[in-house]
């Protein structure tokens, strides 16, 4: 069944850790996203790429890094997490080269604490 | 730039009573609007999307929602509450910039649906 995942769905680290969420999607799109989303707010695009190699930053300037070395897999990393970092992150995909009202379709989330 | 606004952050309504969930847009040109909905713990699923084509847009679970131009509006609605119904709702335009389209959230509304 064509889907995108994402582990892990929770996570609690402590300050300084290094952490990797990890996004995979089945359904052959070349687009990825990561965005973040804290309570009661609107989401904001951190990263996204348009296929393999290619990586943006997004609207949102973020202490994170993103790879995309299979089309399928798009993690996002931290180097040292920070109680700022706090957060949901939700990652999402959608088709290359389609019009404006292409949909983006989203995983289920990580929430993240940083103690 | 293109802007979306949802007027209402927290909506409460009796099981079986309408729904109106409203948004306004920004926009300098035709835009692409799209109503998702988010459960506790979940990702977002799309509802419905407006895309040029007729302005009454039928969604998934029996939302629908009407494109209004001269009112720069796009306001979700359902007959008849369902206790399930009860989520996060986020109206979404879609924007070009720098040669690719992005998603422009708004801060959400949340519904209650009471027994």
């Known amino acids: 069944e064509a889907d995108i995942y994402q582990t892990p769905r929770y996570l609690v680290i402590g300050t300084g850790k290094k952490i990797t969420l990890e996004c995979s999607q089945t359904m052959g799109h070349d687009k990825m996203y990561w965005y973040q989303q804290d309570p009661g707010m609107e989401l904001h695009l951190i990263h996204y790429s348009y296929g393999v190699n290619s990586t943006e930053k997004g609207d949102l300037s973020s202490e994170s890094t993103v790879s995309r070395i299979r089309t399928e897999h798009f993690p996002l990393t931290l180097e040292s997490a920070r109680p700022s970092h706090t957060s949901q992150y939700l990652c999402?995909?959608?088709?290359?080269?389609?019009?404006?009202?292409?949909?983006?379709?989203f995983g289920p989330g990580t929430r993240l604490t940083v103690l | 730039a293109q802007s979306v606004t949802q007027l209402d952050s927290h909506v409460s309504v009796s099981e079986g009573t309408p729904v109106l969930l409203r948004c306004n847009y920004s926009?300098?040109?035709?835009?692409?609007l799209f109503w998702y909905v988010q459960h506790p713990n979940k990702g977002l699923q799309l509802l419905l999307k407006y895309t040029s084509a007729a302005t009454l847009v039928k969604g998934i679970n029996g939302f629908e929602a009407e494109f209004k131009k001269s009112e720069t509006s796009f306001h979700l609605t359902k007959p008849s509450a369902h206790m399930s119904d009860a989520a996060e709702y986020f109206c979404v335009v879609s924007d070009r910039t720098s040669g690719t389209y992005k998603y422009i959230f708004g801060t959400g509304t949340r519904l209650k649906v009471l027994a």
């Open positions: 999402a995909s959608s088709e290359f080269n389609g019009p404006p009202h292409n949909e983006q379709f």
């Open positions: 926009s300098s040109y035709s835009p692409s």
